[in-house]
């Protein structure tokens, strides 16, 4: 039993929410945003709730269920609300900066790094170390703040690099000079 898939959607005002065949399309003051449906899910729409359905007997179904109860639910709330990531640069000299589409990046490398953003992306960059990222597909921003990241991961020993703003490094000892 799938207790995320059973719950309903509640539609906030402004937003739409339309089935095409096997794709749905959600439409807010924000953006719009669609997603193909796996055939083992149903959707309906009544007045302003959304409910997921499918057969209760399989797990996978019943997974899918609870999976695309969620991806609505996100799609609802970036169309409204947006989601934002916030990521820190950590290191001697480490800085960004936006040049149209793109985010320079100097941290630590010979040359500075370009990132071209992702469409429906936008960056803001404050004091040259924090990023924030918003946009209105989470899938699609934690992807860019995960490639972002990749590009020099914070290391354990001095705790230089790339990192979530709410992201907590275990910092380890480094090497004793002399052992007794």
Do not use: C, W
Not at 154 to 161: A, I, R, T, V
């Amino acid at each position: 039993m799938s207790r995320i898939g059973k719950k309903p959607i509640q539609l906030p005002d402004k937003v739409q929410v339309a089935l095409n065949g096997d794709m749905i399309s959600v439409k807010g003051p924000k953006g719009h945003l669609e997603r193909q449906l796996h055939p083992a899910v149903e959707i309906s729409i009544n007045d302003d709730i959304v409910t997921v359905k499918t057969d209760a007997g399989d797990k996978k179904k019943v997974a899918l269920q609870g999976l695309f109860r969620s991806l609505i639910f996100n799609m609802v709330t970036g169309v409204t609300t947006g989601y934002e990531k916030k990521l820190q640069l950590s290191g001697i000299g480490y800085r960004a900066e936006i040049k149209g589409n793109s985010l320079i990046l100097n941290v630590g490398y010979s040359n500075p790094v370009e990132f071209t953003l992702p469409e429906g992306i936008s960056v803001n960059v404050e004091n040259n170390t924090q990023i924030i990222l918003s946009g209105i597909n989470k899938e699609t921003l934690g992807q860019a703040a995960a490639n972002i990241r990749d590009i020099r991961p914070p290391e354990p020993y001095k705790g230089k690099g790339i990192m979530y703003a709410d992201e907590r490094i275990m910092r380890k000892a480094g090497k004793t000079a002399g052992k007794d």
